[in-house]
């Protein structure tokens, strides 16, 4: 469940580490409709039959379908600034696609507040260092430093 916190304590929260969160199943029918709505139809990602002879056995899930999920997954493990008019992505700074999402495998993402700048008042740019891990699996999908502006009112 999302907290809510104070500016100070925001401000304060550099170096915390959050989650990791719940996990999260990657479907076949979740990698088809991201194929849909990015027009790559690798065969690595829908077609199972093809997929299976491959050194992954099985289809994998798009690099930046793993990436997308940050938008559903980090949220639910960060706690919220109070006064949030609204979040906007803002960019990546660093980003290493470490291991394959396979199908039907579970993730989850921990995060790192790396930096807090307050760019003009009450617009936070912050840089996060997000892991989404795989279930089972030693290395993770992916290792991000995913940045976001945060403006808030008074």
């Known amino acids: ?19 990791p969160g719940e996990w999260f199943e990657i479907d076949q029918d979740r990698i088809d409709l991201f194929a849909k709505a990015t027009d790559d139809f690798q065969f ?7 997929a ?6 099985t289809t994998i899930a798009h690099g930046f379908l ?6 559903a997954l980090v949220p639910k ?8 008019q609204m979040g906007i992505n803002y960019g990546i700074d660093k980003l290493r696609f470490l291991q394959p999402v396979k199908v039907g495998s579970k993730v989850r993402a921990s995060s790192k507040v790396l930096e807090i700048t307050e760019k003009r008042p009450g617009q936070f740019l912050t840089k996060t260092e997000v892991t ?8 993770p999908a992916l290792v991000v430093e995913w940045l976001g502006m945060t403006i808030v009112g008074e």
């Open 132 to 139: 989404v891990e795989i279930d089972g699996e030693e290395k």
């Open 1 to 19: 469940m999302t907290t809510t916190i104070s500016k100070a304590d925001y401000l304060n929260s550099v170096g915390t580490v959050y989650g």
């Open 66 to 71: 793993s990436l997308s999920l940050l938008a």
């Open 52 to 57: 299976k002879k491959t050194p992954f056995g």
């Open 44 to 50: 690595i990602h829908i077609d199972p039959e093809a």
């Open 77 to 84: 493990i960060q706690p919220k600034l109070e006064n949030v």
